[in-house]
């Protein structure tokens, strides 16, 4: 049994889809970002960096494992899924992973906090995130172009990337033109685990943060309220 410590982000949603992806049983345990449950001495003792997601692999000694790329790493090894057994291949999935890590990820985080979150708008820095998130998803545009999913079969590569490239409307870009990235992420969303996944703990930020419902500026004030705090990693 996999214990999920998470809650209603890009990154926590990543775990989710590859759990379910997976069908491994697992328990949630929303974590409330807004009441900086993230900085409890107990959530501190399985994550000191104090971001979610978190899981507890409660059938290997109640390993705690935390950063969202180690995760699904890990869950694709204890299952043997989404990770290609091939050098190569699974050299190509992790490229793309850390892509989303060290690129993707950040530079929309940085776009949603400027152009959403803070009450001062900078327009250098709205231009900044933006201009660097819209290029990154013209390279995943690029490579899908060449390719069904981003390295051979779908992967955790596609699992980590496309929670934040379907967000794209939230931090104010465009994927005009992008066709085939376009194409790549109507036919995840179809996916049962997916639409399943992205509905841990709730689903309700999921449809705020990708722009498609509800009160969009409601949702943004209340993520004001910790956006200096760090939620998720």
Excluded at 138 to 160: F, P, Q
């Amino acid at each position: 049994m996999i214990d999920l410590y998470t809650a209603a982000t890009p990154n926590g949603w990543k775990i989710s889809i590859m759990l379910e992806e997976c069908g491994l049983p697992y328990t949630v345990h929303p974590i409330d970002l807004a009441a900086n449950e993230q900085k409890a001495p107990a959530f501190l003792a399985m994550n000191p960096n104090g971001r979610i997601p978190v899981i507890v692999d409660r059938d290997n000694d109640d390993f705690a494992i935390f950063e969202s790329g180690a995760i699904l790493q890990y869950l694709a090894e204890k299952t043997g899924r989404f990770l290609a057994s091939d050098d190569k291949t699974r050299i190509q999935q992790m490229q793309w992973m850390m892509f989303q890590i060290g690129g993707l990820g950040p530079m929309m985080g940085q776009a949603n906090v400027f152009f959403r979150y803070m009450e001062e708008k900078i327009p250098t820095a709205i231009n900044r995130y933006q201009t660097e998130s819209r290029r990154l998803l013209e390279v995943l545009n690029t490579r899908l172009g060449e390719s069904e999913y981003l390295a051979s079969d779908y992967s955790i590569a596609d699992i980590c990337n496309w929670p934040w490239a379907r967000a794209y409307l939230w931090p104010g870009l465009s994927i005009d033109g992008l066709d085939h990235l376009q194409r790549w992420l109507t036919a995840i969303e179809q996916r049962p685990a997916v639409q399943k996944g992205v509905s841990i703990p709730t689903r309700d930020n999921y449809d705020l943060s990708v722009g498609v419902a509800g009160n969009a500026e409601e949702f943004a004030e209340a993520q004001r309220t910790f956006i200096n705090t760090g939620d998720d990693d």
